[in-house]
Each structure stands twice: as C-alpha cells, then as structure tokens.
T-cell receptor, first 113, second 110 residues
Framework: DAGITQSPRHKVTETGTPVTLRCHQT?????MYWYRQDPGHGLRLIHY???????DKGEVSDGYSVSRSKTEDFLLTLESATSSQTSVYFC????????????FGPGTRLTVL | QKEVEQNSGPLSVPEGAIASLNCTYS??????FFWYRQYSGKSPELIMF??SNGDKEDGRFTAQLNKASQYVSLLIRDSQPSDSATYLC??????????WGAGTKLIIKP
C-alpha cells in the first residue's frame, strides 16, 4: 500500500474560519487527489494534481483551493469554512497514467459549527 | 443518469454463500474498472481491478467485465462476516480521474 498520511485526522472549526488539510505521500506518486465523502453521495472529487504546481478542479471545487509545492505534499484549503463543508475528506495518490489505481489516506473528519 | 451506478443495498447474504455486487457505467470509452472495499469509519481499500473483458480471479474474489453491456460485477465466494462493508465501484475517466459509484452496503449474516 502507498504510504499516505493526512493531518489532522479530526478537526472542529467555526463558520468563516480558514482551514488547511495536509496530505503527505512517500511513494513518489505523480498524481494526487482530494475527495469528500458524504452519505448518499459517494466520493466526490474536489481538486487534483498531476504534478508539482499543476492542479485542476474537480466536480465540487467551489470554496476550496489546493497547492502542491513538492511531490509528496498536497494541501487543501477551505478559504472560509461553511457548515456545508462538514464532511470526511480523503486524499489519494496514483503512480501514473499507465494504471489508474488510487491509494487512499486515512481521512480527515471535519466539522464546521 | 449517473455515470456510475450501484444498488445502495443493503445486500444481505448468508455466511458461506456467494455475494454478487453489480455496477453499471455510462462512458463507453472507459477502460479501467476498480472495486474498493470500505469498512465503516475507514478509508477505501483497493481489492480488485480489471482492464479487459472477461473474468479476473483473486482468491475468493472475482471481477467480471462486460464492455458491450457496460457493467462490471464483483463476486465474493464463501462470504465471511469480515466481508461486511461498503463496496465502491470506480471507472476511469479522461484527465486522470476516477468516477465513483455511491457504493453497495454488504451484510454477511453468520
């Protein structure tokens, strides 16, 4: 399994505050992804990265931004948290395009009050 | 129509029986298909992938792909209580992305 960690694992914050979630992988995978998972919706892609400083939007990107300054780190920022962003956030990585297998971090449970 | 559809379940199967999970997809250009298992409160774990028509077997798990009918299935033989989980189907899309079904909850009854 890919070595992927996420921090923090749990966070409670208040509406309007900025929040940054971190994803760190040790597999030298080129592609990294941020998903959110909510009941009844499955996994929804927020943003993804196809290389250092190369990122693009997913299907639910409003209110989120990302940065990738190193291969191993992918940051997700909620610019001004809202209650609708209460969710479980998963980071995933993928080696390359020859295969599409993605490996997941343990997740971050975020609660916005 | 969702791009990847799964029956949400729950699917209840007796211990020792075969569990059959199904997934349909809409993009005929998809070439890679994945089954992930997710225990409650945990992250998705890749258990099977298949790239070509036919069957692929790995231990008690068999993935079946039918591109003409645009469905992929997962069979679990000799089901165990530890197989109780939500099973997610994922299909590749262009631009490095996977498209995910909402998952089927499987319950194995002892």
């Amino acid at each position: 399994d890919a070595g992927i960690t996420q921090s923090p694992r749990h966070k409670v914050t208040e509406t309007g505050t900025p929040v940054t979630l971190r994803c760190h992988q040790t597999e030298n995978h080129r592609y990294m992804y941020w998903y959110r998972q909510d009941p009844g919706h499955g996994l929804r892609l927020i943003h993804y990265s196809y290389g250092v400083k190369d990122t693009d939007k997913g299907e639910v990107s409003d209110g989120y931004s990302v940065s990738r300054s190193k291969t191993e780190d992918f940051l997700l920022t909620l610019e001004s948290a809202t209650s609708s962003q209460t969710s479980v956030y998963f980071c995933a990585s993928q080696r390359g395009l020859e295969k599409y297998e993605q490996f997941f971090g343990p997740g971050t449970r975020l609660t916005v009050l | 129509q969702k791009e990847v559809e799964q029956n949400s379940g729950p699917l209840s199967v007796p211990e020792g029986a075969i569990a059959s999970l199904n997934c349909t997809y809409s993009d005929r250009g998809s070439q890679s298909f994945f089954w992930y298992r997710q225990y409650s409160g945990k992250s998705p774990e890749l258990i099977m992938f298949i790239y070509s028509n036919g069957d692929k077997e790995d231990g008690r798990f068999t993935a079946q792909l039918n591109k003409a009918s645009q469905y992929v299935s997962l069979l679990i033989r000799d089901s165990q209580p530890s197989d109780s989980a939500t099973y997610l189907c994922a299909v590749n899309r262009r631009n490095y992305q996977l498209i995910w079904g909402a998952g089927t909850k499987l319950i194995i009854k002892p």
